[in-house]
């Protein structure tokens, strides 16, 4: 019999993609916090002392906020001691974007079967390399905002985790190999980052990175923008793998390098001369 077009052989996974295909998951949420702070920094009304009031609440972040106002993106500047003042140093919309990618790592954190958690977890880590490396590269692109450029590397991904969980929560006892959740996962993740992202109401900016950061050849005119930061990042975090990005042979034909003002061996030593602020970065968004 002829394998109808469009089908994957395996049964399981044409049943998942035909279930995700058609939205029938449930919608990753984001946690409390990041959701009140939004609602704060979009209301034109709030006010410094309210946006101090809901963060102090947690003081793990609120260290992290400080530790981040001092950090070396800020230059030679006074220590900051207060979450006050990382707030003013930081800026309103900065803070937001932290905050949501400083809480992000717990909707990773997920009961299920072996391979289900260390799906998770190596795209948690995908994600926090990918982010890693975007502010980095931002640096190539002053126009751009690093906290936005980080929270994009760090969403770049987010459509996986649907389809891990609907994969998780599967009502058959059938298993997939590894392979299978990649190639389960490979073809729907950016459309579902997409959807993902304009759900939770993050800028179409984010979304757009989400939806097509596979697109290595994507060319546009005027500056560099936050796609072109996440594909290079992209290419770096997933080098070597079996991932897409980790499959693209000649990265001199990446227009994204020539919008940043750089070749690939320069980004490649940027990345050596950045190693402890990615690592450091890393650490922070654990």
């Excluded at 410094?48 to 950090?71: E, F, H, K, W, Y």
Aim: proline share 7%.
């Amino acid at each position: 019999m002829t394998q109808a077009r469009g089908l994957d052989p395996n049964p399981l996974i044409s049943q998942l993609s035909q279930t995700l295909k058609q939205r029938q998951f449930d919608l990753p949420t984001l946690p409390e916090v990041p959701m009140k702070v939004r609602r704060l920094v979009d209301d034109p009304n709030s006010s410094l002392s309210q946006l101090v009031r809901l963060l102090s609440a947690d003081p793990v972040l609120t260290g992290r906020m400080i530790l981040r106002a001092n950090s070396a993106l800020y230059g030679n500047l006074p220590p900051v001691r207060t979450l006050q003042g990382a707030i003013e140093r930081l800026g309103f919309i900065p803070t937001r974007n932290l905050v949501i990618s400083l809480t992000m790592s717990k909707i990773y954190q997920v009961r299920g079967s072996e391979l289900v958690r260390t799906k998770l977890a190596q795209q948690w880590k995908y994600s926090t390399q990918v982010a890693a490396l975007c502010q980095v590269f931002a640096k190539h692109a002053p126009h751009l905002d690093h906290s936005e450029a980080l929270l994009a590397g760090l969403l770049h991904n987010i459509g996986a985790l649907p389809v891990i969980m609907t994969y998780a929560r599967r009502n058959t006892e059938q298993e997939l190999s590894s392979r299978d959740l990649d190639r389960l996962i490979e073809p729907l993740y950016p459309e579902l980052g997409g959807f993902i992202l304009r759900e939770w109401k993050m800028p179409d900016v984010i979304a757009e990175v989400a939806e097509h950061h596979l697109d290595v050849q994507r060319e546009h005119e005027g500056l560099a923008d936050y796609l072109d930061v996440v594909v290079i990042a992209g290419l770096h975090a997933y080098r070597g793998s079996n991932h897409p990005l980790g499959r693209v042979p000649h990265w001199m034909e990446v227009p994204a390098f020539t919008k940043l003002g750089l070749t690939p061996d320069d980004s490649i030593e940027a990345t050596r001369i950045a190693y402890k602020e990615i690592q450091s970065l890393q650490q922070m968004l654990r």
